[in-house]
Protein backbone atom coordinates (compact mmCIF):
# COMPACT_ATOMS: atom_id res chain seq x y z
CA UNK A 1 0.00 0.00 0.00
CA UNK A 2 1.41 3.40 -1.39
CA UNK A 3 0.61 6.12 1.51
CA UNK A 4 2.80 9.08 2.97
CA UNK A 5 3.93 7.11 6.22
CA UNK A 6 5.51 3.99 3.39
CA UNK A 7 6.98 6.77 1.68
CA UNK A 8 8.93 8.12 4.25
CA UNK A 9 9.92 4.62 5.17
CA UNK A 10 10.98 4.08 2.12
CA UNK A 11 13.45 7.26 2.16
CA UNK A 12 14.92 6.20 5.74
CA UNK A 13 15.18 2.51 4.01
CA UNK A 14 17.11 4.16 0.64
CA UNK A 15 19.25 6.37 3.21
CA UNK A 16 20.49 3.46 5.45
CA UNK A 17 21.17 1.54 2.15
CA UNK A 18 22.70 4.31 0.25
CA UNK A 19 25.28 4.62 3.12
CA UNK A 20 26.03 1.20 3.31
CA UNK A 21 26.61 1.01 -0.60
CA UNK A 22 28.78 4.52 -0.30
CA UNK A 23 30.72 3.24 2.25
CA UNK A 24 31.61 -0.21 0.47
CA UNK A 25 32.20 1.62 -2.80
CA UNK A 26 34.53 4.23 -1.44
CA UNK A 27 36.65 1.12 -0.57
CA UNK A 28 36.32 0.14 -4.03
CA UNK A 29 36.72 3.30 -5.61
CA UNK A 30 40.22 4.12 -3.41
CA UNK A 31 41.61 0.67 -4.62
CA UNK A 32 40.96 1.26 -7.99
CA UNK A 33 41.79 4.72 -8.10
CA UNK A 34 45.17 4.56 -6.49
CA UNK A 35 45.78 1.18 -8.18
CA UNK A 36 44.02 0.70 -11.44
CA UNK A 37 42.85 -2.40 -10.34
CA UNK A 38 39.18 -3.42 -10.84
CA UNK A 39 38.57 -5.81 -7.52
CA UNK A 40 35.51 -8.22 -8.49
CA UNK A 41 36.75 -9.88 -5.14
CA UNK A 42 35.24 -6.75 -2.99
CA UNK A 43 31.79 -8.56 -2.62
CA UNK A 44 33.60 -11.41 -1.54
CA UNK A 45 35.56 -9.50 1.06
CA UNK A 46 31.90 -7.83 2.26
CA UNK A 47 30.71 -10.78 2.72
CA UNK A 48 33.80 -12.30 4.73
CA UNK A 49 33.76 -9.39 7.12
CA UNK A 50 30.14 -10.87 7.87
CA UNK A 51 30.84 -14.17 8.72
CA UNK A 52 34.07 -13.25 10.22
CA UNK A 53 32.06 -10.95 12.63
CA UNK A 54 29.55 -13.96 12.99
CA UNK A 55 32.67 -16.35 14.06
CA UNK A 56 33.36 -13.32 16.82
CA UNK A 57 30.07 -12.86 17.82
CA UNK A 58 29.68 -16.37 18.74
CA UNK A 59 32.69 -16.75 20.97
CA UNK A 60 32.14 -13.20 22.54
CA UNK A 61 28.42 -12.26 22.36
CA UNK A 62 29.97 -8.90 22.04
CA UNK A 63 28.65 -6.94 18.57
CA UNK A 64 31.62 -4.51 19.29
CA UNK A 65 34.48 -7.28 19.67
CA UNK A 66 32.84 -8.54 16.17
CA UNK A 67 32.66 -5.65 14.38
CA UNK A 68 36.41 -5.16 14.93
CA UNK A 69 37.08 -8.80 14.41
CA UNK A 70 35.63 -8.93 10.61
CA UNK A 71 37.26 -5.73 9.61
CA UNK A 72 41.03 -6.28 10.97
CA UNK A 73 39.82 -10.15 9.50
CA UNK A 74 39.28 -9.00 5.91
CA UNK A 75 41.80 -6.01 5.97
CA UNK A 76 44.35 -8.81 6.70
CA UNK A 77 42.85 -10.92 3.41
CA UNK A 78 43.20 -7.78 1.89
CA UNK A 79 47.18 -7.40 2.78
CA UNK A 80 47.78 -10.55 1.89
CA UNK A 81 45.77 -10.96 -1.07
CA UNK A 82 47.79 -7.57 -2.55
CA UNK A 83 51.00 -9.19 -1.51
CA UNK A 84 50.92 -12.62 -2.95
CA UNK A 85 48.87 -11.95 -5.71
CA UNK A 86 47.15 -8.87 -7.13
CA UNK A 87 50.84 -6.80 -6.87
CA UNK A 88 51.71 -9.15 -9.71
CA UNK A 89 48.94 -7.65 -12.18
CA UNK A 90 49.61 -4.02 -11.53
CA UNK A 91 51.36 -3.49 -15.25
CA UNK A 92 49.05 -6.69 -16.80
CA UNK A 93 45.71 -6.07 -18.72
CA UNK A 94 42.58 -4.96 -17.37
CA UNK A 95 41.19 -8.38 -18.24
CA UNK A 96 43.76 -10.32 -16.12
CA UNK A 97 42.70 -8.22 -13.56
CA UNK A 98 39.23 -8.64 -13.39
CA UNK A 99 39.79 -12.93 -14.28
CA UNK A 100 42.15 -13.09 -11.13
CA UNK A 101 40.07 -10.69 -8.60
CA UNK A 102 37.11 -12.47 -9.71
CA UNK A 103 38.58 -16.12 -9.88
CA UNK A 104 39.96 -15.10 -5.85
CA UNK A 105 36.04 -14.51 -5.16
CA UNK A 106 34.32 -17.49 -6.31
CA UNK A 107 37.49 -19.17 -4.44
CA UNK A 108 36.40 -17.16 -1.46
CA UNK A 109 32.91 -17.90 -1.32
CA UNK A 110 33.24 -21.71 -1.76
CA UNK A 111 35.20 -21.78 0.92
CA UNK A 112 33.04 -19.94 3.18
CA UNK A 113 30.41 -22.31 1.73
CA UNK A 114 31.88 -25.86 2.57
CA UNK A 115 32.90 -24.33 6.38
CA UNK A 116 29.19 -22.40 6.94
CA UNK A 117 27.16 -24.58 4.42
CA UNK A 118 24.52 -21.99 2.83
CA UNK A 119 21.97 -22.36 5.79
CA UNK A 120 22.17 -18.21 6.16
CA UNK A 121 23.32 -17.11 10.04
CA UNK A 122 22.36 -14.49 11.93
CA UNK A 123 24.07 -11.95 14.01
CA UNK A 124 21.76 -9.61 16.78
CA UNK A 125 22.03 -6.00 16.79
CA UNK A 126 23.34 -5.05 20.27
CA UNK A 127 20.52 -4.51 23.12
CA UNK A 128 20.82 -0.80 22.95
CA UNK A 129 19.75 -0.70 19.41
CA UNK A 130 17.37 -3.46 19.08
CA UNK A 131 13.52 -2.27 18.77
CA UNK A 132 11.58 0.85 17.22
CA UNK A 133 12.44 4.22 17.60
CA UNK A 134 9.83 6.89 17.35
CA UNK A 135 10.27 9.80 15.53
CA UNK A 136 7.28 12.03 15.79
CA UNK A 137 6.07 10.43 12.62
CA UNK A 138 6.96 7.58 12.16
CA UNK A 139 8.25 4.37 14.09
CA UNK A 140 11.32 3.29 12.40
CA UNK A 141 13.69 0.19 13.61
CA UNK A 142 16.70 1.70 15.82
CA UNK A 143 19.43 -0.44 14.25
CA UNK A 144 18.50 0.92 11.22
CA UNK A 145 18.97 4.53 12.42
CA UNK A 146 22.20 3.51 13.59
CA UNK A 147 23.54 2.52 10.94
CA UNK A 148 23.67 5.55 9.13
CA UNK A 149 25.26 7.06 12.05
CA UNK A 150 27.81 4.36 12.32
CA UNK A 151 28.89 4.41 8.42
CA UNK A 152 28.26 8.55 8.50
CA UNK A 153 31.34 8.00 11.15
CA UNK A 154 33.19 5.72 9.20
CA UNK A 155 33.34 7.45 6.11
CA UNK A 156 34.45 10.67 8.07
CA UNK A 157 37.53 8.51 9.00
CA UNK A 158 37.90 7.44 5.75
CA UNK A 159 37.58 11.98 4.48
CA UNK A 160 40.08 12.62 7.17
CA UNK A 161 42.45 9.94 6.49
CA UNK A 162 42.48 10.47 2.76
CA UNK A 163 42.86 14.44 2.82
CA UNK A 164 44.49 15.24 6.43
CA UNK A 165 46.87 12.75 6.64
CA UNK A 166 50.36 12.30 4.61
CA UNK A 167 49.36 8.79 3.46
CA UNK A 168 46.01 10.40 2.19
CA UNK A 169 48.00 13.24 0.43
CA UNK A 170 50.30 9.96 -1.28
CA UNK A 171 47.40 8.07 -2.22
CA UNK A 172 45.89 11.18 -3.80
CA UNK A 173 48.85 11.85 -5.56
CA UNK A 174 49.21 8.69 -6.75
CA UNK A 175 45.70 8.48 -8.11
CA UNK A 176 47.15 11.27 -10.87
CA UNK A 177 50.24 10.23 -11.23
CA UNK A 178 51.76 6.69 -9.41
CA UNK A 179 55.08 7.36 -11.84
CA UNK A 180 55.59 10.83 -10.20
CA UNK A 181 54.68 9.69 -6.54
CA UNK A 182 57.80 6.94 -7.33
CA UNK A 183 59.92 8.95 -8.78
CA UNK A 184 60.25 11.38 -5.15
CA UNK A 185 61.66 8.02 -3.73
CA UNK A 186 58.29 6.77 -2.28
CA UNK A 187 57.69 3.43 -2.21
CA UNK A 188 54.64 3.23 -4.01
CA UNK A 189 54.25 -0.53 -3.49
CA UNK A 190 53.79 -0.10 0.22
CA UNK A 191 51.57 2.53 -0.21
CA UNK A 192 49.72 0.10 -2.30
CA UNK A 193 49.46 -2.56 0.17
CA UNK A 194 48.26 -0.07 2.83
CA UNK A 195 45.39 1.35 0.28
CA UNK A 196 44.17 -2.17 -0.76
CA UNK A 197 44.06 -3.27 2.92
CA UNK A 198 42.18 -0.07 3.37
CA UNK A 199 39.69 -0.52 0.86
CA UNK A 200 39.13 -4.25 1.92
CA UNK A 201 38.77 -3.07 5.68
CA UNK A 202 35.94 -0.96 4.39
CA UNK A 203 34.13 -3.56 3.08
CA UNK A 204 34.59 -5.99 5.47
CA UNK A 205 33.34 -3.24 8.05
CA UNK A 206 30.27 -3.06 5.61
CA UNK A 207 29.67 -6.69 6.00
CA UNK A 208 29.11 -6.85 9.57
CA UNK A 209 27.76 -3.88 10.00
CA UNK A 210 25.02 -5.13 7.25
CA UNK A 211 24.64 -8.49 8.77
CA UNK A 212 21.72 -7.53 11.34
CA UNK A 213 19.88 -6.24 8.64
CA UNK A 214 20.14 -8.93 5.98
CA UNK A 215 20.92 -12.49 7.57
CA UNK A 216 24.66 -13.85 6.22
CA UNK A 217 24.98 -16.17 3.15
CA UNK A 218 27.50 -17.49 1.29
CA UNK A 219 26.28 -15.19 -1.81
CA UNK A 220 25.23 -12.19 0.08
CA UNK A 221 28.07 -10.42 -1.47
CA UNK A 222 27.03 -10.71 -5.28
CA UNK A 223 23.79 -8.26 -5.81
CA UNK A 224 26.25 -5.89 -3.69
CA UNK A 225 29.04 -6.06 -5.70
CA UNK A 226 26.69 -5.27 -8.61
CA UNK A 227 25.15 -2.34 -7.06
CA UNK A 228 28.69 -1.05 -5.68
CA UNK A 229 30.48 -0.53 -9.49
CA UNK A 230 27.27 1.15 -10.36
CA UNK A 231 27.57 3.75 -7.90
CA UNK A 232 31.14 3.84 -8.49
CA UNK A 233 30.03 4.40 -12.67
CA UNK A 234 27.38 6.70 -11.31
CA UNK A 235 29.81 9.01 -8.81
CA UNK A 236 32.76 8.75 -10.66
CA UNK A 237 36.00 6.24 -10.89
CA UNK A 238 38.61 7.08 -8.46
CA UNK A 239 36.26 9.85 -6.28
CA UNK A 240 35.71 9.38 -2.89
CA UNK A 241 32.81 12.10 -2.90
CA UNK A 242 31.42 10.68 -5.96
CA UNK A 243 31.78 7.14 -4.48
CA UNK A 244 29.35 9.13 -1.10
CA UNK A 245 27.15 10.73 -3.03
CA UNK A 246 26.65 7.86 -6.14
CA UNK A 247 26.04 5.49 -2.99
CA UNK A 248 23.10 7.98 -1.50
CA UNK A 249 21.51 8.44 -5.23
CA UNK A 250 21.50 4.34 -5.54
CA UNK A 251 19.98 3.35 -2.21
CA UNK A 252 16.95 5.70 -2.79
CA UNK A 253 16.34 4.46 -6.62
CA UNK A 254 16.36 1.53 -5.09
CA UNK A 255 14.11 1.68 -2.22
CA UNK A 256 11.74 3.98 -3.48
CA UNK A 257 10.95 1.86 -6.87
CA UNK A 258 10.97 -1.15 -4.62
CA UNK A 259 7.64 0.12 -3.16
CA UNK A 260 6.11 0.35 -6.56
CA UNK A 261 7.74 -2.86 -7.61
CA UNK A 262 10.48 -5.00 -6.64
CA UNK A 263 11.20 -6.27 -9.79
CA UNK A 264 12.00 -2.66 -11.29
CA UNK A 265 14.48 -1.85 -8.90
CA UNK A 266 17.49 -2.74 -10.65
CA UNK A 267 16.13 -1.68 -13.95
CA UNK A 268 15.74 2.06 -12.94
CA UNK A 269 19.31 1.71 -11.11
CA UNK A 270 20.75 0.76 -14.38
CA UNK A 271 18.59 2.94 -16.14
CA UNK A 272 19.92 5.87 -14.28
CA UNK A 273 23.85 4.54 -14.43
CA UNK A 274 23.29 4.64 -18.48
CA UNK A 275 21.74 8.17 -17.84
CA UNK A 276 24.75 9.08 -15.92
CA UNK A 277 27.08 7.72 -18.84
CA UNK A 278 25.29 9.90 -21.99
CA UNK A 279 25.29 13.67 -20.18
CA UNK A 280 28.44 12.55 -17.53
CA UNK A 281 30.77 9.84 -19.12
CA UNK A 282 33.17 10.30 -16.21
CA UNK A 283 30.59 10.00 -13.32
CA UNK A 284 28.59 12.84 -11.82
CA UNK A 285 31.99 13.80 -9.59
CA UNK A 286 34.65 11.82 -11.29
CA UNK A 287 37.08 13.54 -14.26
CA UNK A 288 39.11 12.31 -17.03
CA UNK A 289 41.94 9.97 -15.21
CA UNK A 290 43.29 6.43 -16.46
CA UNK A 291 41.61 4.45 -18.87
Known amino acids: MINW ?3 ISQLFNGLALGALLALISS ?5 YGT ?4 NLAHGAMFMIGGYAGYVA ?10 VIAGSLFVMVLGVAMERIIIRHFYHRPHEDQLLVTFGLGICFVEIVRLIFTSQSQVVPPPALLQGITSLGFLFYPTYRLAVVGIVAVALGGL ?5 RTRLGMIVRAGIEDSVMVDSLGINVYRVFMIVFGIGAMAAGFAGIINAPVVSLTPGVGDDILVETFVVVVIGGVGSFPGAILGGLIAG ?4 ITSMFNP ?3 YVMLFAAMTLVLVLRPHGLLGTQGRE
Do not use: D, Q
Open 57 to 66: YSYTGSFILA
Open 27 to 31: GLTII
Open 159 to 163: FLILY
Open 263 to 265: GYA
Open 35 to 38: LGVL
Open 5 to 7: PNF
Open 252 to 255: EIIS
